[in-house]
Every structure is written in C-alpha cells, then in structure tokens.
C-alpha cells in the first residue's frame, strides 16, 4: 500500500535511484527495488538493525549504509527519491539533516516525509492505552510547518500533505503481541508499572475480540520536490 502512495508522489522517471533514510531492518527494500528498478540505498545509523536487513532483505539492487539523516554516505544530486518514513522525529539535528537530504537529491527529485507531526490529530493505535506516551510523543514532533520552513531553508519546494490510513496489524491480538515487546521508542520514557497497565488493558480488549479486527493508523506524509 505505501508502494503504491510512494509512487504516486515519485517523479516519473524510470528507473529512478532510491534512498531510504533510516531504513531500519529494510522492510521497504526488496520492494522498493522491484518499484523503481534503480540503485537504492538504505541508510542506517544502528548496527544492529542494518546486520538485520542485510541478513534478512539482501537483493542485488540494494546497498544497506552507515549512516544517518545528518550525515547520507552518498554522492551529491544523486537520488531521484529520498523517503524518510517514521524517521524524523529520531532526528536530533533536523537542520543538517535537511541540508544533506537536499544535497543528495537531483534536481526534479522528490522527498516524502511520513510520520506524526504535532497539532495534527494522528494518534497511534497504541495512544489510547499510553496517554503519556501519546503526550511525549507529540511534544517531540515537529508541526507541518516547522517542517515546511526546515526543508525548505535548503532550497526544497513544499508540494502537499497526503493524509495515509494504514493497516498496521491483522487483529488486535496481533496487535498486543506486538506491542508487549515494548520495541517502540516512545514507550523509552514510560515507567514499567505505566507501561504494564497499558499492555492490560490492550490485552482486556484484545480478549474481548470476537473475530479478528485489523487496526489501522493514520500517518501524514509531506512531499517536497527539488527544483529543476
Ligand atoms: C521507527 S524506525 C523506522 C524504520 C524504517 N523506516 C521502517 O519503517 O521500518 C526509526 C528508524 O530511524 C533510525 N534513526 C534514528 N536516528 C536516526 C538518524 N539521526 N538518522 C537516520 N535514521 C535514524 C532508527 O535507527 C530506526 O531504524
């Protein structure tokens, strides 16, 4: 499904070089080879998870990179499409980062940023049952606007904002197994006695599931353009 809203937003070249800044275990890889059919690189600060994507999402078209949004190992004006997905709210300098992002972009690439950005009423499926977490989260976001004037300070062009509903798991049991492992970020700052009552009582909900529900989330994803 995000294939496909890449898509849409991606320049009409073929084929096109592709970079996904925090890349993570390389979900979108494989995938994102077989859309766009050129050089796609996955940038990723943590060793850990670049082993993973490596291990798990080899394909010949993908190089997995140290690296992060401040500091993109790659050539200047070389990518077509850069994706930052659920990423920038990691980013502790924004301002180099937007600067390195714009760099490695050709002109006439896209960069779409997908995420939460604060005052925009997107909860995660997880807000209702860690309210402090939903709290600390959106203080730690940037606004759409505040984007906008970061991307753009580099000489990015703001095209539009794509509200994107997305399945995220299959059931709300699935969905509790999930989030009992606790691997989300925004959980970090949680005591173990907040975390443990939020896991009850997603997991009461989880119980009372009749048959199998899938949970959706809304995300945002802001599209600029390089100009030509
Ligand atoms: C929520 S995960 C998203 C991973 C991947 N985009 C996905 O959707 O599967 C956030 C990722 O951002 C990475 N990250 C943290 N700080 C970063 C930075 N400064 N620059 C780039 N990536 C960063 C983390 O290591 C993690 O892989």
Redesign the pocket.
Same mark, same amino acid.
């Given at each position: 499904m995000w294939l496909d809203v890449f898509r849409k937003h991606a320049c009409p070249v073929a084929p096109q070089c592709v970079l996904? =800044? *925090?890349? *993570?275990?390389g979900?979108?890889e494989p995938a994102l080879a077989h859309a766009f059919g050129g050089t796609i690189f996955g =940038? /990723?600060?943590?060793e850990h998870?670049r082993l993973i994507a490596q291990r798990v999402r080899s394909h010949p078209l993908v190089t997995y990179l140290d *690296?992060? %949004? /401040?500091r993109i190992p790659v050539p200047d004006r070389s990518c077509d499409l850069v994706l930052m997905?659920? =990423?920038l709210q990691?980013?502790?300098?924004r301002p180099t %980062?937007a600067k390195e992002v714009s760099r490695v972009m050709k002109p006439g690439g896209r960069l779409l940023i997908a995420g939460r950005f604060s005052g925009e009423r997107t909860p995660r499926a997880w807000s209702c049952y860690f309210p402090r977490a939903d709290e600390l989260e959106e203080l730690s976001v940037p606004s759409h606007d505040q984007t906008k004037a970061m991307f753009e300070k580099p000489g990015l062009r703001f095209l539009e904002t794509e509200r994107v509903r997305f399945k995220i798991c299959g059931s709300l049991r699935d969905y509790f197994q999930r989030v009992r492992l606790r691997t %989300?970020?925004a959980f970090d700052h949680l005591t173990d006695e907040e975390f443990a009552s939020g896991v009850a009582h997603l997991e009461a909900d989880a119980d009372r599931e009749s048959y199998p529900q899938p949970v959706f989330q809304d995300a945002d994803l802001m599209v600029f353009e390089k100009p030509a």
């Open positions: 996904d =800044v *925090g890349c *993570g275990t979900v979108f =940038v /990723e600060p943590s998870m *690296g992060s %949004a /401040e997905y659920l =990423v990691h980013v502790s300098d %980062a %989300a970020s």
